[in-house]
């Protein structure tokens, strides 16, 4: 029996405060003028501590390197490592040219490396050399022994990762095919004007993060986000949790999940609120010395974290 055409459902949540219609380089701009000597990123277990002006000195100037590799925008930078303020410093730097940041799980085996390399076609891979049994660097040559062979400032041409171009080294020494990161921060004006004119060039609309499902239904699937989504998904949840200037959220759940870099990172940005690590992964301990080091006013985790903390002698 025919019940007749079907009526369609659309329901509006509160519109009396507008959603954020910038993109992640104009907030940092924003956030770097309005609060430029307040903490932005302190990573304890790196003893690092960058200021809102200081974080957006250091993004224009790893994006200006990420240009001088070919990077365009669109193109997809990839950021597998654990929690790092080079992890947060890529996200930025990326949003400044338009890049798309994939979101590497610091947990992939190698053959899940290779299927996420392949599935979004990975241009440049930002990673650190090792984290405790995950030999990083080893694996991804494993996949792209050409590495191994590359003369300075050639781009690799591999058989099973044919769309990777350039890999980036963290930390540790000169490795033969690979950059060091901090090399590539280029403070030369020229590069940095050329990174401004493209980040006053890019729409919150354009693409600008993609993240991995867990894949537990099947492989995992890549899902493609733009800085309005983000964005306001990290400010909505701020407002939501009472997050304000000066606060200080301690950050130990994993970067390369939307809890990290979404609700933590972007979260902090659009409030004026530092961002605090207090290791590259769960401790229960690092996490407690961190909230007391640092007068942390907001924690972050999930309930295995919490109950861990609280069992903690």
């Given at each position: 029996?025919?019940?007749?055409?079907?009526?369609?459902?659309?329901?509006?949540?509160?519109?009396?405060?507008?959603?954020?219609?910038?993109?992640?380089g104009?907030?940092?701009?924003?956030?770097?003028d309005?609060?430029?000597?307040?903490?932005?990123?302190?990573?304890?277990h790196?003893?690092?501590?960058?200021?809102?002006?200081?974080?957006?000195?250091?993004?224009?100037?790893?994006?200006?390197?990420?240009l001088?590799?070919?990077?365009?925008?669109?193109?997809?930078?990839?950021?597998?490592?654990?929690n790092?303020?080079?992890?947060?410093?890529t996200?930025?730097a990326?949003?400044?040219?338009g890049?798309?940041?994939?979101?590497?799980?610091?947990?992939?085996?190698?053959?899940e490396?290779?299927?996420?390399?392949?599935?979004?076609?990975?241009?440049?891979?930002?990673t650190?050399?090792?984290?405790?049994t995950?030999?990083?660097?080893?694996?991804v040559?494993?996949?792209?022994?050409?590495?191994?062979?590359?003369?300075?400032?050639?781009?690799?041409?591999?058989?099973k990762?044919?769309?990777?171009?350039?890999?980036?080294?963290?930390?540790?020494?000169?490795?033969?095919?690979?950059h060091?990161?901090?090399?590539?921060?280029?403070?030369?004006?020229e590069?940095?004007?050329?990174?401004r004119?493209?980040?006053?060039s890019?729409d919150?609309d354009?693409?600008?993060?993609?993240?991995f499902?867990?894949?537990?239904?099947?492989?995992?699937?890549?899902?493609?986000?733009?800085?309005?989504?983000?964005?306001?998904?990290?400010?909505?949840?701020?407002?939501?949790?009472?997050?304000?200037?000066?606060?200080?959220?301690?950050?130990?759940?994993?970067?390369?999940h939307?809890?990290?870099?979404?609700?933590?990172?972007?979260?902090?940005?659009?409030?004026?609120?530092?961002m605090?690590?207090p290791?590259?992964?769960?401790?229960?301990?690092?996490?407690?010395?961190?909230?007391?080091?640092?007068?942390?006013?907001?924690?972050?985790?999930?309930p295995?974290?919490?109950?861990?903390?609280?069992?903690?002698?």
């Amino acid at each position: 029996m025919d019940s007749g055409p079907l009526d369609l459902s659309h329901v509006v949540g509160d519109t009396s405060q507008p959603l954020i219609d910038n993109t992640i380089g104009q907030m940092l701009s924003e956030a770097a003028d309005r609060w430029p000597h307040q903490d932005a990123v302190v990573s304890v277990h790196q003893d690092i501590r960058w200021t809102y002006s200081e974080l957006m000195a250091k993004s224009e100037e790893l994006a200006a390197g990420l240009l001088s590799l070919g990077v365009e925008k669109g193109d997809r930078v990839g950021i597998w490592a654990p929690n790092l303020a080079e992890w947060t410093l890529t996200q930025f730097a990326t949003a400044q040219i338009g890049a798309i940041l994939v979101n590497v799980n610091p947990a992939y085996r190698i053959f899940e490396l290779e299927f996420a390399l392949n599935k979004v076609g990975l241009k440049v891979l930002v990673t650190p050399k090792s984290y405790k049994t995950s030999l990083y660097a080893d694996m991804v040559e494993e996949l792209a022994p050409e590495i191994k062979s590359l003369g300075a400032g050639a781009e690799l041409q591999s058989e099973k990762l044919p769309h990777l171009r350039h890999v980036i080294l963290i930390d540790g020494d000169a490795r033969a095919g690979w950059h060091r990161f901090d090399d590539l921060l280029s403070d030369a004006p020229e590069a940095l004007s050329q990174v401004r004119e493209i980040a006053g060039s890019l729409d919150p609309d354009d693409a600008i993060n993609i993240q991995f499902t867990s894949g537990t239904t099947g492989l995992p699937k890549g899902a493609t986000l733009s800085h309005r989504n983000i964005l306001n998904n990290g400010y909505w949840v701020g407002e939501n949790i009472g997050l304000t200037q000066g606060d200080r959220l301690c950050i130990p759940v994993p970067l390369y999940h939307c809890f990290g870099m979404v609700m933590g990172n972007l979260g902090c940005l659009t409030h004026g609120a530092a961002m605090v690590y207090p290791a590259e992964t769960f401790d229960p301990s690092a996490t407690l010395s961190a909230i007391e080091a640092e007068r942390c006013t907001g924690l972050y985790g999930v309930p295995t974290m919490f109950i861990a903390q609280l069992e903690h002698a």
